[in-house]
């Protein structure tokens, strides 16, 4: 996985004239990559949730080209390797919910999937999407799927921000928070058919572990509850149990963040070893921050004048010594110190130099007023 990369170059089969020949190609070129990227999700998914993700979902991709096929189409030119909710035998695109009336599908279990997706521009992201519900026969699905989302909207929130994964209805130019708000009445009109879909940040190749792919990885652990409660949802499970499924994923991801799980995945073990130092670095930078350029100019000017061009440690002067002067915050700002000229003073490089960052005293009382 640390190896997998994703280079600039790979766009070039996207551009292949023939399409059987790019139809193969794309396929061949890029689900090998793909594979490994999901393999990497799914045992991240079985870590954080503690569920067997391989099972009830099967695979979900793109291009569907076989190589044998005499009409060979690539109506969207794209590539995406995903799962989706798996067709449970006897209800193909029809599937009961508790009171006996049927879920169905514009295109059966093809419905949706949460899946890594590379445009032929050598963008790619992470995505579910819900495409095509045809709402008006499902409006009793999509009122369960917005209970759900609507029970635990701050906790699935929290989660989309950590992992920059924004929502969108296609239909609807509306917040996920007013999606959830409507009823499914407003949200649909006659003759059209809802999507739904939640999509991480875009990465541009080139990609490598550390530059993007570790990024659309969280981002497809983020999505997963999402995805479990439409497949649930979709596979006829009541809807209390679903709620009840998406509350434990929610409380187990906290937990994993919380637990120093998210930070892991995310900077790798490397960076809890380098803790020290990097406080460290730390500090050093809070000592560059008290230096007179991070001083509102105008209130630099009024504290030179106020102290008559002159260094209230040593009483030298520009005009006759010919030193630099700085203007020191007499309480550091990295203590809290504010940039207000009755906490500040003028001091020469040298002696503000020998003043250290924990020594507050203020030298103008020190000091006689000298005229
Ligand atoms: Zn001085």
Known sequence: MKDLAFDLKDIEVFKIPDPKTRLNILQKYFFPRLEIL??????????????????????SYRPRHRQSA?????????????????????????????HGKPYSYYYGNLAFRL????????????????????????????????????????????????????????????SFQKWIDQKVEELVSEDENL????????????????????????????????????????????????????????????????????HNAFYGNTYLDDVSSEAEDYASYDLELDNYAFTRAGLWWDVLARDKWTCRSCGRSTRVDGITLHVDHILPRSQGGMDQISNLQTLCAKCNLGKSNRDTTDLRSVLPEKD
Request: hydrophobic share 40%.
């Open 115 to 174: 899946a890594f997706r590379i445009n032929s521009d050598g963008c790619m992201y992470t995505e579910l999407f819900g495409c095509d519900f045809n709402a008006r026969h499902n409006i009793k699905f999509l009122e369960d799927v917005k209970h759900v989302f609507d029970e635990n909207h701050q906790a699935l929130q929290a989660l989309m921000m950590l992992n920059h994964v924004s929502f969108s209805s296609s239909l609807q130019f509306v």
């Open 38 to 59: 999901m393999d990497s999700a799914l045992s991240l998914v079985q870590e954080v949730y503690e569920i067997n993700p391989y099972e009830n979902t099967s695979s």
């Open 70 to 98: 005499k009409v060979n189409i690539d109506r969207w030119g794209d590539v995406y390797l995903g799962i989706s909710g798996k067709r449970k035998p006897g209800i193909n695109t029809t599937i009961k919910n508790k």
């Open 195 to 262: 999507n739904i879909g939640f999509y991480s940040d875009l990465c541009y190749f080139p990609l490598e572990f550390d530059r993007g792919l570790k990024r659309l990885n969280l981002a497809f652990v983020a999505i997963y509850p999402v995805f479990e409660v439409i497949r649930c949802l979709q596979q006829g499970q009541v809807l209390d149990e679903v709620n009840e499924i998406m509350m434990n994923m929610l409380s187990r991801y906290e937990s994993w963040v919380h637990s120093g799980g998210y």
